[in-house]
């Protein structure tokens, strides 16, 4: 009686994934928004290209963008888009 509902249990299981046309697979872990915002200032960086520093939703990593190209490019007023201190302490860094 046990293997024959073992056999039914998994007849059905087969039977839906034949009628689905989908086999149970991993899911594909997801980069997280940190993840994401660290490859847009490396490519920002690689690239020289202060616009892609605005695309960065994380503040302190869009921060750190604007900062590196700041020194990488010797251009004090991409410093201009940060805020109070930060903007002074990236202008002395220059």
């Given amino acids: 009686m046990k293997k024959i509902l073992s056999l039914l249990i998994v007849l059905v299981f087969l039977t839906g994934c034949g009628i689905t046309g989908k086999i149970?697979?991993?899911v594909e872990e997801q980069p997280t928004q940190e993840e994401k915002d660290q490859a847009?200032?490396?490519e920002a960086v690689e690239e020289k290209d202060v616009?892609?520093?605005y695309y960065i939703q994380e503040q302190l990593i869009?921060?750190?963008c604007f900062k590196v190209l700041a020194k990488e490019l010797n251009d004090p007023s991409i410093c201009n888009n940060l805020l109070g201190g930060l903007k002074e302490s990236c202008k002395e860094e220059i």
């Fill in 24 to 26: 149970i697979e991993e």
């Fill in 51 to 53: 616009s892609k520093c």
């Fill in 62 to 64: 869009r921060e750190e």
């Fill in 40 to 42: 847009k200032l490396d």
